[in-house]
Nanobody, 117 residues
């Protein structure tokens, strides 16, 4: 059974930094694509950043230049380094992974990020 376990969320002041991690376990295949989404109260879930197995990345315009996504293929782990955090970055952040030739999609349980003074 594929599982995604996130860690690293918390409370941080504006301008601060956090690093999220997500480990994928239970799969025979290395994830084709891994990413981070977020959902703020009353809003739809949105893509924050994604990275393919080859290292190609994609970012939401709102986080470009502040967030960096990376992955360790050997550990099936994806990271999101978040710098210069703003109150509008407050949301539940979800790890996402696309695995296998059927492009099965899996989600983590979410981790809360709160940016507030």
């Amino acid at each position: 059974q594929v599982q995604l376990v996130e860690s690293g969320g918390g409370l941080v002041q504006p301008g601060g930094s956090l690093r999220l991690s997500c480990v994928v376990s239970g799969s025979r295949f290395s994830p084709r694509r891994m990413g981070w989404y977020r959902q703020a109260p009353g809003k739809q879930r949105e893509l924050v950043a994604s990275i393919t197995s080859g290292g190609s990345t994609d970012y939401a315009d709102s986080v470009k230049g502040r967030f960096t996504i990376s992955r360790d293929n050997g550990k099936n782990t994806v990271y999101l380094q978040m710098n210069s955090l703003k109150p509008e970055d407050t949301a539940v952040y979800y790890c996402n992974s696309v695995i296998g030739i059927s492009n099965n999609v899996y989600w983590g349980q979410g981790t809360q990020v709160t940016v507030s003074s």
